[in-house]
């Protein structure tokens, strides 16, 4: 997950430094193929938290109350970082100098 938060802030600082509406366009194409897969990831944690782990993982391996805080808190941050990419999107393209 922390990878996949380290892409997605290094496509948010591309896009925001795109110059021209052409590289603008072709980095939201990027961008949207990127938050789907954030948004598959999430989906594959779910609320249990480690569903996406294996089949066995959640019945061989309960997880404590510190781990599951901290897994909810990256999801958190995930979603957060996707609101912001797609207000980033609705934004006006800067300016070409």
């Given at each position: ?42 989906g594959s944690m779910g609320m249990g938290g480690m569903r996406g782990m294996g089949p066995m993982a959640a019945a061989s391996a309960p997880m404590d109350m510190t ?31």
């Amino acid at each position: 997950m922390d990878k996949q938060m380290q892409s997605m802030q290094e496509m948010r600082n591309k896009l925001l430094a795109a110059r021209t509406p052409e590289e603008r366009s072709k980095l939201m194409a990027e961008q949207m193929k990127l938050m789907q897969g954030g948004m598959d990831m999430m989906g594959s944690m779910g609320m249990g938290g480690m569903r996406g782990m294996g089949p066995m993982a959640a019945a061989s391996a309960p997880m404590d109350m510190t781990t599951r805080q901290q897994m909810m808190e990256k999801r958190m941050e995930m979603m957060q970082s996707m609101m912001q990419m797609m207000m980033d999107r609705t934004a006006p393209a800067p300016a070409a100098k």
